[in-house]
């Protein structure tokens, strides 16, 4: 049983660009975190879904990002109109309720 | 507003040396604590966890301790090894854990590194 995977996990964008960052949970798992840590700092809780379902955003910006996790297919955490301080690690974790296992997360960089 | 402070930010110690680290914390309500190790570019790692009716709780060289009380915590490593180097993370769960909708509070960590 494959552990939480990320892709990429590295990825390097320009101000003004789009970031996409993808997510597939562990088998079975139906609840996707992300959170997003920033250097020197704690992981900071973004978003929790279910299947096709947001069930809190309480910690993602309300501009420029979003995220979905389809009935198929893996997470997605979008960033739009990425700016330098969206420079950060993001790392997802799924669990089946709760202990949540993490991801090896996605170091994004914004030129 | 919950919270989770760690000391010491990092320390350095030599190889076979035990060490505490410690978590204090202002999360409610309460639901688990855990400890988690992450290792430099990876994801971190669950190494105990525990609730609010445990006080200790070992994981191999790894023993932590929780005073909900006073909202303490400790992790203790027991002859460290090389591979022990990494930041290990205190983290305090509030909410109905039972339905998944746990909100974590993450510490920063403490940096661990341990020399030969």
């Known amino acids: 049983n494959a552990g939480v995977m990320q892709n990429p996990r590295h990825l390097v964008r320009r101000r003004g660009q789009e970031a996409r960052l993808r997510c597939s949970p562990m088998?079975?798992?139906?609840?996707v975190y992300w959170y997003r840590q920033l250097p020197e700092e704690g992981l900071k809780f973004m978003v929790y879904?279910?299947?096709?379902?947001?069930?809190?955003e309480s910690g993602m910006p309300k501009e420029r990002f979003s995220a979905e996790f389809p009935k198929e297919g893996p997470s997605i955490l979008r960033i739009q109109q990425v700016v330098r301080g969206d420079s950060a690690a993001y790392f997802c974790?799924?669990?089946?309720?709760?202990?949540?296992?993490f991801g090896p997360g996605t170091r994004l960089t914004v030129l | 507003k919950n919270q989770v402070e760690q000391s010491p930010q990092s320390l350095i110690i030599l190889e076979g040396k035990n060490c505490t680290l410690q978590?204090?914390?202002?999360?409610?309500?309460?639901?688990?604590l855990r400890w988690y190790k992450q290792d430099t570019g990876r994801g971190p790692v669950s190494l105990t966890i525990?609730?609010?009716?445990?006080n200790t709780k070992s994981n191999g060289r790894y023993t932590a301790t929780l005073d909900a009380d006073t909202k303490q915590s400790s992790l203790h490593i027991t002859a460290s090894q090389l591979s022990d180097s990494a930041s290990y993370i205190c983290?305090?769960?509030?909410?109905?854990?039972?339905?998944?909708?746990?909100?974590?509070?993450f510490g920063t960590g403490t940096r661990l590194t341990i020399i030969p």
């Open positions: 974790a799924s669990s089946l309720a709760t202990n949540p296992y």
């Open positions: 088998k079975g798992h139906s609840h």
């Open positions: 879904l279910q299947k096709e379902n947001i069930i809190d």
């Open positions: 978590c204090n914390y202002t999360v409610s309500p309460f639901s688990n």
């Open positions: 525990m609730t609010f009716s445990e």
């Open positions: 983290v305090v769960s509030a909410g109905e854990a039972n339905f998944g909708n746990e909100k974590l509070t």
